[in-house]
């Protein structure tokens, strides 16, 4: 005959069993992010255990975005804030820090050498004074959103030790990943190298000098070209070959559709701000692909 359970025992399993559920049942940390390709980043690593908003709404301007009285109510819930560098950030990370100081702001980008972000005459022997500011989109290049993805793991573990190695693993899963990406953009762009492709707006400066392009950008920091500078990117485009201007859905298309027409050539969209950030590598190495003579 089986000897029954000692209460106890009988106890101690069903605190534990109790505790078990609390804690798969706990409310996921709510995190703030600001540009919508972190919100994938933050939920590859994050899972379950975080709720995810996002400052930049879908459309805005990252660079001068101003958030919503509604946002900034949310923001005093926050556990966490991951920055990522971008303009607006310079104004604001003080203000949400006052808003909640119990949240903890963690800068994803740390740990990344930045480039600078080049003006349309970077390539003549004269140099405006938008040659010395670092560019900010750091994000469209897979190695570095690696280091981002370590810094966005470390503030996770620190604010939820408990989960520490799901975030670990989640890590690794996503640097698969992101490894895998890159091989595959490495080899679309394998017998490319040196190319030139021109944009509005220079955001892909990182992709470009991930993968041995060159980006030619149209305007900086959101001031258009004068006529004069106008004119040398229509002449350099047709010097070079360049049949397509990429522009940003965030910002004007006057200057980019006048280049297109006088060359011949089209418009067509490059978006550094989707949500899908692999499958928007992807078909966009393939437009710049499509675009490199």
Request: one cysteine or more; charged letters at 25%; aromatic letters at 8%.
């Amino acid at each position: 005959m089986k000897k029954p359970i000692a209460p106890l025992l009988l106890a101690l399993i069903c605190l534990c069993v109790f505790f078990q559920a609390a804690n798969s049942s706990a409310a996921p940390i709510p995190v703030f992010v600001s540009i919508l390709p972190q919100k994938t980043f933050v939920e590859k690593i994050g899972g379950a255990f975080v709720s995810v908003s996002v400052m930049v709404l879908p459309g805005a301007n990252p660079h001068n975005y101003e958030p919503k009285p509604g946002q900034m109510i949310a923001l005093s819930k926050a556990g966490i804030y991951f920055a990522i560098g971008i303009g607006f950030e310079d104004v604001w990370l003080k203000r949400f820090g006052s808003t909640n100081p119990t949240m903890k702001i963690v800068h994803t980008e740390q740990g990344i050498d930045k480039i600078p972000m080049l003006s349309h005459d970077h390539q003549d022997s004269s140099h405006d004074e938008h040659d010395g500011i670092a560019d900010p989109h750091v994000w469209l290049s897979p190695p570095n959103v690696k280091i981002i993805a370590k810094n966005i793991s470390d503030g996770l573990s620190q604010a939820d030790p408990a989960h520490r190695a799901d975030y670990e693993e989640n890590l690794r899963k996503f640097e698969r990943e992101i490894d895998d990406l890159d091989a595959e953009l490495r080899k679309v762009f394998s017998d490319r190298k040196g190319a030139k492709f021109m944009v509005f707006h220079p955001a892909w400066g990182y992709f470009a000098h991930a993968y041995g392009l060159e980006q030619i950008p149209v305007e900086i920091e959101g001031k258009e070209p004068k006529p004069s500078k106008l004119k040398a990117l229509i002449e350099q485009a047709k010097r070079d070959g360049i049949r397509i201007v990429f522009v940003q859905p965030q910002f004007s298309t006057k200057s980019a559709e006048a280049i297109a027409k006088a060359i011949g050539g089209e418009v067509a969209v490059a978006d550094d701000l989707h949500p899908e950030w692999a499958n928007n590598l992807r078909e966009q190495a393939e437009k710049f692909k499509k675009a490199l003579r």
